[in-house]
């Protein structure tokens, strides 16, 4: 009996469709199902990201500009009077024509063999008005100076102020009192009168050439 289940089940093994090859088996297309036979269609979606780039504004980092003017100042060259040129920030106001000239001359060859015949702790102060400056300093200053400076200096401060815009005469006073000067040739202006240029035009350096 047992002998005889044993063989059923052989041959019912045997009966099954189980294909006892290992060989690949090709299969036509009108044998394949409809289902594995359609066309797969793949939808390919591309996205594009747009970037923005906002403009960067140029940045024109601008140096104040700083404008200068030449000045025209006189000094003292073996007792006579001759002009040089500094350079100072513009526009060059009254204080600061008169700081530069008390400073003495400028170095380098605008300077060489000029000195000054001002104090170097002249203290002035200076109002112009009609076309006139004042300088109004203290006793000191003409004191100060032997009588061929005190013409010299007076000589300095006037030619050089009536160079400026504006400005065609000098008065002197002394703590605001009126004083005399000492003209270019040696005279004496009276107190209160204004001088010019021309009043000391005869220290000038005579030009060579």
């Keep these: 009996m047992t ?17 006892s090859a290992s ?34 504004e140029e940045t024109t980092t601008s140096l104040a500009e700083v404008l200068s003017e030449p000045v025209e100042l006189y000094y003292v060259s073996a007792n006579r009077v001759v002009a040089t040129t500094l350079t100072i920030v513009s526009p060059a106001t009254t204080s600061q024509v008169l700081a530069a000239l008390i400073a003495g001359p400028p170095s380098g060859d605008n ?3 000029l000195r000054s015949a001002l104090p170097a702790n002249l203290s002035a102060e200076i109002k112009i008005s009609k076309g006139i400056a004042q300088i109004d300093t203290t006793a000191q200053f003409l004191s100060s100076l032997s009588p061929i400076d005190q013409r010299l200096a007076i000589a300095q401060l006037v030619m ?8 065609g005469q000098v008065i002197f006073t002394v703590d605001g009192e009126n004083v005399s000067v000492p003209r270019g040739r040696g005279d004496l202006a009276a107190p209160g009168s204004a001088v010019s240029f021309d009043d000391y035009s005869s220290l000038l350096v005579a030009p060579t050439g």
């Design 111 to 113: 300077g060489l063999g």
């Design 23 to 56: 060989d690949v088996v090709q299969l036509s297309e009108s044998e394949l199902p409809p289902e594995l036979n359609e066309q797969t269609t793949t939808t390919s979606t591309t996205t594009t990201t747009v970037v923005v780039t906002k403009p960067v």
């Design 160 to 167: 050089t102020f009536t160079r400026r815009p504006g400005i």
């Design 3 to 19: 002998k005889l289940v044993a063989l059923v089940a052989v041959f019912a093994i045997s009966a099954c469709g189980v294909p």
